[in-house]
């Protein structure tokens, strides 16, 4: 059973415009939540989180909106640039998980010039 | 964040040998170190917790003899894959958790299995 999923297995955005990744879980034990990048052959890079706690966390051109009644989250990218371009996976954590990530599937996000 | 290190970054082993990979947490003492296996186009699969100076926590389905963990130092774990097969080969990742919820990862190791 997958507890974080990713529905959109790819996205395509206009560079320029807002690129939109969602990310859905069903455990209610999970209480932090980030966003990886990741390009091939490279390991993922941390890119925001957020506790749930929150419902909002902005850095620059990304924020991350969490609807804890809805168990939803999604990255926001704007304005969305070429080099944005990768795979996005959400992964959640909860206090009682020992640092342990779960991830979603991922999000193939393609910005086009 | 941390500074995650892995190496080999590429590597290519015949059917029953053993491969080694390192991985070095260069700027944090890490007592927790994580290592994950993604297959094309899919996620990353958690394979095991490593524990500085103690046993690693290998999750189900994962074979603890054939996938050896070392966690000798706080900078440094080893992910040993004994008698590889092809089946074997993926993507290997390892990651450093800082203490929080954060993991931060290193760029990873090929491994192709002929």
């Known amino acids: 059973d997958q507890q974080v999923k990713q529905n959109s297995p790819s996205l395509s955005v206009q560079e320029g415009r807002i690129s939109i990744l969602n990310c859905d879980y069903t455990?209610?034990?999970?209480?932090?939540f980030l966003w990886y990048k990741k390009y091939p052959a490279e390991g993922p890079t941390f890119l925001i989180s957020i506790s749930s706690i929150k419902d909002k966390n902005e850095d620059g051109r990304f924020t991350v909106f969490l609807n804890k009644s809805a168990k939803h989250l999604s990255l926001h990218i704007v304005p969305s640039q070429p080099g944005d371009s990768a795979v996005y996976f959400c992964?959640?954590?909860?206090?009682?998980?020992?640092?342990?990530?779960?991830f979603g599937g991922g999000t193939r996000l393609m910005v086009k010039p | 964040g941390a500074v995650v290190s892995q190496h080999p970054s590429w590597v290519i082993c015949k059917s029953g040998t053993s491969v080694k990979i390192e991985c070095r947490s260069l700027?944090?003492?890490?007592?927790?170190m994580f290592w994950y296996r993604q297959f094309p186009k899919q996620s990353l699969m958690l394979m095991a917790t490593?524990?500085?100076?103690?046993?690693?926590?290998?999750e189900q389905g994962v074979e603890k003899d054939k996938f050896l963990i070392n966690h000798a130092s706080l900078t440094l774990s080893t992910l040993t894959v004994t008698s590889a097969h092809p089946e074997d080969s993926s993507f290997y990742i390892c990651?450093?958790?800082?203490?929080?919820?954060?993991?931060?990862f290193g760029p990873g190791t090929r491994l192709t299995v002929t």
């Open positions: 992964a959640a954590s909860g206090n009682n998980a020992g640092n342990m990530l779960t």
């Open positions: 990651s450093v958790g800082t203490g929080y919820y954060e993991q931060y």
């Open positions: 455990n209610s034990m999970f209480d932090y």
């Open positions: 490593s524990n500085e100076g103690s046993k690693a926590t290998y």
């Open positions: 700027d944090f003492q890490a007592t927790t």
